[in-house]
DNA sequence: TCGTAAGCGAGACGGTACGTCGAGTCTTGCT
DNA sequence: AGCAAGACTCGACGTACCGTCTCGCTTACGA
């Protein structure tokens, strides 16, 4: 998290209760209006609190919203003792996190940012990479099971699967459905091995 | 293009050179600033010419920009007689577009528009398809020269080959460098041609 | 009238049908929005005619508007045998003319123009000295009946009578009726008497 | 006045200074460039405010110019114990005010905004009766002297004194000098009396 | 138990940009 | 040349949203 400052031990104590409020309402006005169409007044209005109360705890609007996002509940690991069924899984839940419904503008939106403001994107980093860790659970229990080469470059193979998803997204718009993900999940996971064999 | 309203022959025609002159002013500024940092005034200014007179021809900011990547040339297709290669290229080119410099963000800032405005995504979806080309000319010869499968969904194909380095470049923030582009587009033909010995 | 420029007598001679038209469009957009809601596009519009027609003849707007306004009809010189009667008569016909309806901010538009134009004052002033001639005919007879000294100061007497009216209509805002009118004038009367006597 | 809202006691109160400040800026500005001269931005510079703490204030430019206006300091009620007097001196007043100087287009382009916005003409409404009371209580002073009679209807016998200099100024444009005013404010005194005697 | 240092709601404020409007000029093709 | 149509410049308008500041009040810790 990224409060401003941290709470003095003198004075009133800073309500616990009003941080989640103004979390939660980002997090619903986000997903209603994305990040372009997110007003702070419309956030304290929602949470019930007001603007300085905001901004003596976020310093900006982005940071606000990246904290926001940390928030967001990490993937949970799936194991059905199977690579493929596993990673689709997973690659499945991505796309419902921000994929499929109106959270889809948020990431564009703080990638963006991340370009011009080198703060923030260390800022929103670690809760990016928190997201992919469970494909580094499954992928390793892929390589114990010998699903998978030992040689595996695990950030390079995650990208290879998330990739193709986010693409659709992001950047076409086209739709991503169970068998789409499937397929090129199955794909990577070949490409994956084939080269491991050849090197 | 996407001026206002197609231009009838009669009154005083609307010039060419202006709407030039706007959509060049855009791109430079673009580039300099990013999508966040560009101000309507300043591409009026650059431009010599009056905002009304923008606003005659495009009804916001965004679609100005949008119309301005649109006109970004086309990727030129690579020959070299060896697939992998020509990808790459290809890959590295894209990048070089929009993925490395300062044109970073609107790429993002567009995808995070396009998810509230369906108008405008309209309007992007043709220009996107037009960088895609040059890829599916390659993979088509690497079909023809057997190094791939004639059964290749080739759409599927260019997400695999892209995916990964949007990924970083959208998301994690990570370098992509040569060799990470040689890595995946290695391990993603490899991938394509292993599924289509299993089917 | 205040055309830009003598028609030339080369090439094609101005229509002298498209003049009426402006101004009878003018005149009437001036009653319904007044001055400050009066638009050249609307004019042009309404009369059939393109704005740099109108531009040809007319170097701005307020010498259009004062143009059209000098085209109103001069008030006919009543003659019921008395003073009075004849100047309550007169003072009712310049209030139906500017005063009572919605060309009643014509006048005050012109006022404040002239202020700051000091051309536009010379034009305008013919105008309104024609409209009060009418009072100088009735003053004069009334003189020549005896029923109003020689040594008046018509100029003085016609402020007095007028006055009165047009601080209602243009300052105060309150009503006019016959009978106020009556008792300005009966006023005014008595006291251009009296004072005439006494010096 | 007329804040857009009274302010209420919750929140930060509007600061006194800011309103003060924007109203002497308008007044120094009307003055200097006249009605239509005057620039909401330019306002806000010499006030060393922003624009929109002022659209927070009053709805529009003309509201602002008005309460600028109604601000003016009410006219002294002379007292030399002379009627004739008082009054030259309470029209000499008011040409100052708003006649002779560059104050003079502010009058009539609100009386132009008058006839279209009658919300508008509520609120200047005030402003002016009050310019209008000491010339009440110099009347009133004159009954009681025996130098008018009792009968006296004061709103007529102010238009009377102070329509002939209105017109002039407003109308015609003729210029107004202390003769001037002395004639026709003894011309208004003789009428007013004289009718008096006879009914 | 009370003072004091903060928290807090409400909303004013400066700043910066937006998109729009209207006046008056310019350009094209036609008459 | 005149003219219709409409593009264009210029300059201003009124609005939106951000992030900060200022009130008056409330809350909790510590002397």
Redesign the pocket.
Known sequence: MSSRSD?????????EE?SRAILEATLRLLARHGFAG?????IAEVA??????I???W????HLAADALSGLPDLSTPDHGDLESDLVELVTSLLDLFGKAPLADILPALAAERAQNPELSALIGPAIRDKRKPFFSVLRRGIERGELPSTLNLDVAVDLLVGPMLTRVLVTGDVVDERYVRTTVRISIAGLIAIAELS
Request: no cysteine; glycine share 8%; proline share 14%.
């Open positions: 709470t003095p031990s003198i004075g009133r104590p800073r309500s009003t997110l007003r702070v007044d419309q019930g609190v007001s603007k300085p109360t901004y003596r705890r310093p900006s609007k982005i």
